[in-house]
Structures are given as structure tokens and as C-alpha cells.
């Protein structure tokens, strides 16, 4: 058998390949940050490792749950736990306490790790300290990851010890459990291989998709309990780029400190992330970062305004990129129209557009239907025979084979037995200058059965009565059973805890104010 893909070869080529590169924790105000070598950092995985297993036996098929922000603690239990054999279950720490514990037991937990600083952040702090408290009364050993305790991460990271003698894992076994947001449905857990994490690091490595490269110092604020950051610092293990992790302050303020500080060139958020430091940046012009080459976005579709507002406040292009959990983030990268297409599709994956019932094949390029993809990481969702995913999207794929979002299935609105397509009332109403961001849902109407109604958050220029020109551009560019029958002025749109709108919270209010929006 040739070389497995496991992750034991990421380690191997952060000590052998790219000794130099960093990662870099930079904790809160009261703190220095702390810069490690790739070097360094593998050597304190491998020694946190053989202390996992001497001192809290785990092993392989154990699961090590993690409740924590973005901190090198938790990248190194990402590299030792999976060379044990075992699991890391990243648990997303904005759940309610119990939607935490629910998903700690669905597998194990043989470990409960916790991050100090997530039990003391105001919005995390109160469920994440009632579900350690309960996953503690049922038996499961609780380990700190930073405090200055000698049994924890931080202190096992550097301890000395002889490695343990063990067989290298297979590339088939489970090293991840992802959790989809639950955006459009109820939450569902994957068993995420060796095999797809390292497929997926290379994939992302590729020039097309995160163009990642030596040199890079990257700043990756899409949670590690969300698809390993969209799988970003395995991508630099590949590339040898830097990581600065910074915790769980992602406040625009910081942020844009850091941005420079660091000399941070490629950044990772969702759009709401990027309008915020850009708005920041507008009224601080010291704070416009130096190298920043480059803002990778995702989650949601990329208003032209927020990209405008990147290239002129933060001097950096938008590469946008969609995926789902079942693709492990990031399928298709776009970079020269990020605000209209959703870019193209990655090495490994494919896509076709099935008819709009998820049967059949649509006619050619441009043809709406159920957009559909097969990989060789996809991990999640039933598949036909030939290992095809029907993600839900209304899609098409241009001649180029650019990938176009026209809406998700279930945001689909029926009015009147007319379908009625949100996504390109919202793309459309972001690209009008006076628009930051949109949604747009259904509402029930007892003669139409669903009406649509936007959620609209304007920029700083927007003028004081807006929502007349807003009626006008839509009219402009759709029938007049498209246009919202009320178009709400909002300060910003719900999101869910990886920072996509919110729609379900978006329904659930039209729902209570029926007839208001």
C-alpha cells in the first residue's frame, strides 16, 4: 500500500516541509501573543497526544468532544486526538446548553475538553457552563484546555514523554463529527474520514480554490466546530501558511487591530464579518490593514456592496465560495463576479442540474433544476447509486461552468401557485447602493397562500426615505407578483451561530406578526 492520507502526514509536513511557518495565538488585551512554529506546533500534537492516551486512555474509536474558539489549544487536539484513531467532535458552542449536551452524547463523549475563555464569554458562557455541568453529573471527565493547571492542553502541549507506540491509523477511520447549522431543517451529524479531511486539504490548496501559498499568514474566524474552519488550517499545513487564531473577541475593532499587526493577507468570514470591519475601517483610516492580499467569504451570497466596501476600505479582492457541510465547506470558488455567481467547482467534485422534481437532467447550460453534486468528500445525505447529493438548491451552471444560486428549495415561495425565486430578490436588492444586506421569506397570505416580504439593512449613504426607490429598482427587473409586499428597514438580520441568516427566525416572526412583517 502506498502513503495513507491520513493526518499524521499534515504533521509530518508541518515538521519536515514547513518548519517555519506559524501559528500564532493571540489571546485577549491583557495578553501577548504567543507565535509557535509549524515545528513547535506538531511537536507539543504528538506529546498531547501520548498524554491523552497515558493519562485520559483514549484510544482508538474514542471521541474527545471540544467545546472552544479558534485557539491553538484546540488546532492541536485537531492534530492528536484523529492520531490516536480517535474522534474530535467540535461542539458549536453557541447551541443552547442543551442542544450542547445532545450533541456531545450522540457520540461519547470519552473526553470533555473546554476552552476558559468560551466559559466565561458573555454569550456563550451560561449554556456552555450548564452542559459541562451536566455532561460532568453523567460521567464524562472534563479537561481545560489553557488554564494554568498542570493537567491542562496547554501544559500537556509541553510535557515530555516517550510517543506512544501505535499503528498508524487507517485513512477510513473517523477522525471528525461535523454538525450541520440547522439552518433549513433539523441538525445532522457526519463521521468525517482521514481520507476526506486530507482529499479536502489538497483540493483546497489548489490555486482555483483558496489560492493559499507559502508566505501567507492567514486569519481564519469561520468557527473550527464549523467544518474545521471551512478546513483552513489543514489547507495551511499543505501550503505552509501561517495561522493566526484569535479566540473568540471577533469584535470589528479587534479584528481590523489585527489585520494589521499581523500582516494578515488572506482573511476568512461570512459577509456581515467584512461590513462591519469595512464600516470600522471608513471612519479610521489608521486601521486599514497593510498586506491584506485577499477576503474569502461564504455562508451566504456576497452583497456588491460589501465588495465594493473591501476593495476600497480594506484594499483586498472577495473571492466568495459556496458549499455545505455534506461537501465540508467551500465546492466552488468565484473571484471575478462574487457578488452574481458562486463561482466554479473545485478538483474532486462534481455538479449537474437535475429537473426541478430531482428527476431527470436539465437541457444545457443556463437550465434551472436541483443542483446535485458527487465528490470524493462528500460525507453526508442519501445518494442515489451513483453517489449523487441533491443539496436542495434551484441552481444552474453557465457556459463556463459557473455555478448560479437561484434559491434553496425550501425558500422557494409559492404565491398564488406561482413560484417565486427569495435568493434573486435579495441578490438583486444588494446590488442598489443603498443596500448593505437583505432577506427575503414568505409569509402566510390567505389569499395567495405566501406573499414575500424583505428584511432590508441599508448602507451608511442610504438615504432617509428609501423604500420607494427600493420598489422601483425590483420593478425594474421582476414581474409584479415577485415584488415583497413589505419591505421592512432592519439594523442588521438575525444569524445563526456560523453567521448565515437567520430565515427560520425570519419566518417565525412573520408568523407572530401576521399582517405586520
Not at 499524521?8 to 493571540?26: C, F, K, S, T, Y
Not at 455532561?135 to 479537561?143: I, K, N
Amino acid at each position: 500500500m502506498g502513503l495513507p492520507l491520513t493526518i499524521d502526514h499534515l504533521l509530518w509536513r508541518m515538521e519536515h516541509v514547513h518548519r517555519d511557518a506559524q501559528v500564532v495565538g493571540v489571546p485577549g488585551a491583557a495578553s501577548r501573543p504567543v507565535p509557535r512554529t509549524f515545528s513547535e506546533t506538531a511537536a507539543g500534537a504528538r506529546r498531547l497526544a501520548t498524554a491523552l492516551h497515558r493519562h485520559h486512555g483514549i484510544t482508538a474509536g474514542s471521541t474527545v468532544a471540544v467545546m472552544a474558539f479558534n485557539t491553538v489549544e484546540h488546532f492541536a487536539l485537531m492534530l492528536a486526538v484523529p492520531t490516536l484513531g480517535a474522534a474530535v467532535n467540535s461542539l458549536n458552542v453557541r447551541l443552547t446548553a442543551d442542544a450542547l449536551v445532545r450533541q456531545a452524547r450522540d457520540h461519547g463523549p470519552d473526553l470533555l475538553v473546554v476552552d476558559d475563555e468560551v466559559t466565561l464569554h458573555p454569550s456563550t458562557g451560561p449554556a456552555v457552563r450548564t452542559a459541562v455541568e451536566e455532561l460532568a453529573r453523567r460521567g464524562v471527565p472534563v479537561l481545560p484546555t489553557n488554564s494554568t493547571g498542570p493537567g491542562s492542553v496547554a501544559a500537556l502541549m509541553a510535557q515530555g514523554g516517550t510517543p506512544v507506540d501505535r499503528p498508524e491509523s487507517p485513512e477510513d477511520a473517523t477522525a471528525f463529527y461535523f454538525h450541520t447549522s440547522g439552518t433549513t431543517g433539523p441538525a445532522k451529524t457526519y463521521a468525517v474520514t482521514h481520507r476526506d479531511v486530507v482529499l479536502h486539504a489538497l483540493t483546497q490548496a489548489t490555486v482555483d480554490a483558496s489560492g493559499l501559498r507559502r508566505g501567507d499568514r492567514v486569519l481564519p474566524l469561520a468557527p473550527f466546530f464549523h467544518v474545521n474552519g471551512w478546513g483552513l488550517p489543514f489547507t495551511a499545513a499543505v501550503t505552509g501558511s501561517s495561522l493566526v487564531l484569535v479566540g473568540g473577541d471577533l469584535g470589528a475593532a479587534r479584528i481590523a487591530e489585527i489585520l494589521s499587526a499581523h500582516r494578515v493577507t488572506v482573511a476568512a468570514a461570512v459577509p456581515t464579518v467584512w461590513f462591519d470591519v469595512c464600516r470600522l475601517v471608513a471612519g479610521a483610516p489608521r486601521l486599514r490593514p497593510a498586506v491584506l492580499r485577499e477576503v474569502l467569504s461564504g455562508g451566504s451570497a456576497v452583497p456588491q456592496s460589501v465588495v465594493e466596501l473591501v476593495e476600497r476600505e480594506l484594499g483586498a479582492r472577495v473571492a466568495t465560495a459556496w458549499g455545505m457541510t455534506e461537501t465540508m465547506a467551500c465546492s466552488t470558488y468565484e473571484r471575478e463576479a462574487p457578488s452574481r455567481s458562486a463561482g466554479r467547482f473545485v478538483p474532486l467534485v462534481e455538479a449537474r442540474i437535475a429537473g426541478e422534481d430531482g428527476e431527470g437532467a436539465a437541457a444545457g447550460a443556463g437550465e434551472r433544476g436541483r443542483l446535485q453534486v458527487r465528490g470524493a468528500f462528500v460525507v453526508g445525505g442519501p445518494r442515489d447509486p451513483s453517489g449523487w447529493l441533491d443539496t436542495e438548491d434551484i441552481a444552474s451552471l453557465d457556459e463556463e461552468g459557473r455555478l448560479h444560486l437561484h434559491d434553496r428549495s425550501k425558500d422557494l415561495i409559492k404565491s398564488g401557485g406561482e413560484w417565486i425565486a427569495s435568493a434573486e430578490i435579495e441578490q438583486h436588492l444588494c446590488t442598489h447602493p443603498a443596500v448593505s444586506n437583505a432577506a427575503v421569506v414568505a409569509r402566510p397570505d390567505p389569499r395567495w397562500v405566501e406573499r414575500p416580504v424583505a428584511f432590508v439593512v441599508l448602507s451608511a449613504e442610504a438615504p432617509a426615505a428609501v423604500e420607494p426607490e427600493l420598489r422601483r429598482y425590483l420593478a425594474e427587473r421582476f414581474p409584479r407578483f415577485w415584488l415583497p409586499d413589505v419591505i421592512t428597514i432592519v439594523d442588521r438580520l438575525p444569524v445563526t451561530a456560523v453567521g448565515k441568516v437567520d430565515k427560520r427566525a425570519l419566518r417565525a416572526h412573520c408568523r407572530v406578526n401576521e399582517g405586520v412583517a
